[in-house]
């Protein structure tokens, strides 16, 4: 089975909303730290949490640069005759197997970060829960979809 | 149209009403006590007791439902107007009931279940409605004819003549069940039932008892190794006998009937319930032991399907149970004769030996030694004292507990497939084997790291109808050829 893997666009979308969440990250330590220095705390404990919040700083900003790359490596998805395969993740790869006869409708989604690069995510439904292929190209993700939508009219045409 | 447009009966505002009308009742209660000069000086929260019996009173007056051949209309809203069309097709579940108030106007409740509640809509796609009897059987057989009322109404027939029940339990089973099941849920819900609510209505209407000073008095009675085995002990029977008590007034007088379709399901006392389980609905069934009940050969079965067990009362979450408990051979064979479409073989490909490290690969795990971590840098900054010490004890002790419980998980992992059954058999002290019928198989999720992977091994997810709380079962650290077999079979 032959896999596709996403645009490579995807990478700066991952990383433009892991800025964004560092930024939320930054805002709240910033704002622990003042409460933190207004209140009566052995310096020993201060110190560990200075270096705590430092660590989960630091650790958010190799992600920032770091983890993108790896999840774009990751990344992969393949759409055959009879099913959808999307494998995915960082650490831990999830690979999930979805039959096309189980799909109950399709939606493409354009947030405002993927609306600036030109980008769309396709999101599956099933009767118990959904699944997503996020950073395609546009033209791309309405192949897909449609694609996926002349499948599920097949399957109620039979039914 | 077949039926409606109707409110159906007004008595639908009363089916919670401790928790809509609780607070009335309270005010009442505080009024002819206290007197209404209390009840005047805090007119402002007087205001906030009327927002729930408003509530469902507006919903209950902009709420119409009808039924044609083919589907369930209901409009709803005051303001912004909804119109919700459910197929009869999509129908899963029809269950009436009747709580006290109920039983004596001799009004049901119905709640029609569909397929679109797994999801976020859960609760918008609910159907519940109130009708009087003649009405209440009516619409049951409307929902579960798929719009054909005639082949629903000669199925009933031919069946009800030979219907007979196919598993009954006694009070006596319930208070086994009791017993045996997991008691943990009551024992903290009688704790803090006991020691929290008790001591503050205990101060509300005895003002001038000291209730701190007393339970002070109370305590210094016995020595404080003897005082906490006590109360322990106290809390233990407590829950035991709650446990007990709230579970054989739920479950009374269960049966279920073996009908050619359907599954009908019925208990209750104060509140009587009645569910169609269609069989072609329902996704799997679970088999459940405690330790306990592992220990004296029992099980208790629950059954998946949208619409069954997902619904609370109060506090305390309804099971969707089939079979509440019994000898694991009896519960074999009742399976194979009700849901002879499912296989219940037990041929489990267990997790391999070399799977064991990654078990030790988990939350509870890093949370035991992210403890003794913890403490160990408390002592090292300096806090040397015998009570860290003590703490740094009981951390290790944890710790080999949570070893313990991650080997009992890997004894207890595996999985096996067919055309017909996908079995995951999970658990700890607590042994679960869940069955889900290959055919409603909607996705299987594989979750795996590099390590893991290069080793062959695996943590399988399998996505299916059911209620939310039970679709997330998963099959740890199984060989990677199993989620092949799997793979292979559900796309056949």
Known sequence: MEYEKLDEKAILSWRIRRIISFFVILITV?????????????????????????LLLLYKLIGIILYPIIEYKQWRYAITEDKVEIRHGIFFITTTVIPIIRVQHITISRGPIYRKLGLSAVKIFLASGSFEIEGLRENIANTISENLKSRVMERLNKE | MKFGPTRGNILLIFEHFLKDFGLVLLL????IWKGPQIVLANLQFVALVFINPISVLVKYLFTKYSIDEEKMRIDSGLFVKKTMEIPLKAITTV?????????IFKVYKIKADNSSQ????????EVIMALKKEEAFYVKDLLESKGDLKEQEQIEKQSDEILQPIITCTASDFVLLGILQSKLLYIITTFSAVFGGGTYIFSILFEEVDTSAMIEKIMNLFSPVVGIAILVLMVYILGVVSSAIVTV???FNYTVKNREDALIVEFGLFTKKSYTLKKEKISGVTIKQSILMRVFGYCSVE???????DSSEGNNKELSILYPISKLAQVNYILDEILPEMSFERKYHKSEKTSLRYFFFCARMFFAI???LGVSIVILIGSVNTYMFAILGASFAFLIFTMISVYLEYLNAGIYANTKVVSIRSGILAKKMTFVKTGKIESISQKTNTWKKRKGFTTIKLGFLAPLRVSNIRARNVSNKQFEEVNGILIL
């Open chain 1, 30 to 54: 910033v704002a622990g730290l003042l409460i933190l220095n207004n209140t009566e705390l052995d310096n020993n404990y201060r110190n560990y949490i200075y270096i705590a919040t430092g």
């Open chain 2, 28 to 31: 009442l209660f505080v009024t």
């Open chain 2, 95 to 103: 269950d009436l009931s009747q709580n006290l108030l109920f039983q």
């Open chain 2, 118 to 125: 797994t999801n976020d809509t859960a609760k918008q796609a």
């Open chain 2, 249 to 251: 007034f739920r479950y």
């Open chain 2, 303 to 309: 059954v998946f399907i949208i619409g069954y067990g």
């Open chain 2, 370 to 372: 992210g403890i003794i």
